[in-house]
């Protein structure tokens, strides 16, 4: 079973809109939950996490998410979107509890933002 | 620049053969995790060192292999390489083992003929 899943492969929207990306975990317990950004032919770079605490994390570029347990989701936001936005994210699902530890990726969201 | 560094860049090789990939992590990491990354598989974690000791375990084949030296540096070896083991391979670091980010390498780009 897939430990966490974003059901979008792509994402398209404009300039200064609200941007949401979705992301969904299939793990039990209290998994540690991240999202990353990569740009065309560069490496992964850490933009927020989810470890305790307040459901709502803000975290780089004006980017936040929210925690929903009883969802089991993690959604990406931001309020207003820009071009400089455009790229490939990822969530990310640290289990603890069953698999020793292992962090799990979904597949990836490529998201474009229309000037 | 994440102050990770892999080396090298870029790597072509043949079916059978072995090779070894290397990353220093940022100064003051102790963590090193290795992640696979290509078209069919996605991004897949592979292994995770912390101070020298093997730490979590995912989807790495046996062929594959890892170690974390006492400078902190990990060198990725792969062995009997295959077609399919063509991909662009990560290395990231973060400060501890569990609940911090990862800062990830520019990658190195492995093209198996």
């Known amino acids: 079973a897939q430990s966490v899943a974003q059901p979008e492969d792509q994402v398209n929207v404009a300039e200064g809109n609200p941007l949401t990306v979705k992301c969904t975990y299939s793990?039990?317990?209290?998994?540690?939950l991240f999202w990353y950004v990569q740009y065309p032919n560069r490496g992964l770079q850490f933009l927020l996490k989810?470890?305790?605490?307040?459901?709502l994390v803000k975290g780089s570029y004006g980017f936040e998410a929210e925690f929903n347990k009883s969802q089991t989701s993690f959604h990406l936001k931001k309020p207003s979107a820009l071009v400089s936005d455009s790229a490939l994210y990822f969530c990310a699902v640290r289990d603890f509890l069953n698999t020793g530890n292992q962090f799990y990726f979904g597949t990836g969201t490529s998201l474009t933002v229309i000037p | 620049d994440s102050g990770v560094t892999q080396t090298p860049k870029h790597l072509i090789t043949a079916t059978g053969q072995r090779v070894t990939l290397r990353c220093s992590p940022r100064?003051?990491?102790?963590?090193v995790y290795w992640y696979q990354q290509s078209l069919d598989q996605g991004l897949q974690f592979l292994i995770q060192y912390y101070n020298g000791e093997e730490r979590a375990k995912g989807n790495i084949l046996e062929r594959f292999s890892a170690q974390q030296f006492p400078d902190l540096h990990s060198e990725l070896n792969l062995s009997s390489l295959e077609l399919g083991d063509s991909a662009l391979y990560f290395c990231a670091s973060s400060v501890y083992e569990r609940r911090d980010e990862q800062f990830f390498g520019p990658g190195t780009r492995l093209t198996v003929l």
């Open positions: 100064s003051g990491d102790l963590s």
């Open positions: 989810y470890i305790t605490g307040d459901n």
């Open positions: 793990v039990s317990g209290n998994p540690y």
